[in-house]
């Protein structure tokens, strides 16, 4: 994390004497204007995602009520500023065309604007950063959804044995291993486009479902007002369609085939429980 912060800074910090103000403007450019910005707004809410699922630690950390909120609001406030300023940079040095071109043909278009600044080894440098941050995505979407197979496993929608913890109680083994092997499926796949799209629709319904459950917080439990969550409902319902249109329609499928497992899942439960109490009265 640490390599990875260094080098945004660097990236910031050498590129913006080389910023040309011509490419800053228009703000938005290209005949699809602001629908392009809802996209890329959707798009880009996955790389915020990572600092919620603190959220999803609430057992291994002291105090969570006041810790947890703290954690998540300076950790993506500083995280914005940091991003809003590589994305000036970025344009402001290659242009909103130059850096799409690099994105979509190169793992490390930041590397390829820094090779620009005529700093010795700024694309090296930029290319480590980018390696690092790559392993801190993995490393956080392994944390993050094993801890979220563990409480689905404990309210029985999916496998009792994704709830089995360690020897010191602390950590999901099964559900570690299982999330770093779906992590790997996606992976072998090779159209990053496609699984960063579907990623953002499924993260953009995952959190509108996140504000609805808050929706229904007892006041006495609330932390914050209703009215948040009922803005962040609606903006993450109408940024999740803003992806291709095939991806939210897939991702719409595999909502109602998720629905199906889980009612089936209950109803198995429920089941299992009126057998237990009709054998012991």
């Not at 090779?115 to 993050?144: D, Q």
Request: with cysteine; glycine share 10%.
């Amino acid at each position: 994390m640490t390599i990875t912060l260094l080098s945004l800074v660097f990236f910031v910090a050498a590129g913006v004497p080389e910023i040309q103000g011509g490419n800053l403007m228009p703000f938005f450019p290209g005949e699809r204007g602001i629908r392009a910005w809802l996209e890329a707004t959707a798009l880009m809410f996955v790389a915020y995602t990572g600092y919620a699922r603190i959220a999803t630690l609430g057992e291994e950390v002291r105090d969570p009520r006041r810790t947890i909120p703290r954690a998540i609001a300076l950790s993506a406030a500083a995280v914005m500023l940091l991003y809003g300023a590589v994305a000036v940079v970025g344009i402001g040095v290659a242009g909103a065309d130059g850096l799409f071109a690099a994105t979509g043909t190169e793992a490390a278009p930041l590397a390829i604007v820094a090779e620009r600044y005529g700093v010795p080894f700024g694309g090296g440098i930029l290319a480590i950063g980018a390696l690092t941050a790559m392993l801190g995505v993995a490393l956080n979407l392994i944390l993050g959804l094993s801890r979220v197979m563990l409480a689905m496993a404990r309210r029985g929608d999916l496998f009792s044995v994704f709830a089995r913890l360690n020897r010191a109680g602390t950590t999901p083994p099964l559900a570690v291993l299982a999330s770093a092997a779906v992590i790997a499926g996606l992976v072998t796949i090779g159209d990053v486009r496609t699984t960063w799209s579907f990623s953002a629709f499924a993260v953009l319904v995952y959190y509108a479902l996140t504000n609805l459950a808050a929706l229904r917080i007892a006041s006495r439990d609330r932390l914050y007002p209703r009215w948040i969550a009922a803005l962040g409902l609606v903006c993450c319902l109408g940024l999740a369609f803003q992806v291709e249109p095939l991806v939210w329609l897939a991702g719409l499928w595999l909502i109602l085939a998720g629905s199906a497992w889980h009612a089936c899942a209950q109803s198995a439960r429920l089941r299992r429980v009126g057998r237990s109490k009709s054998l012991n009265p």
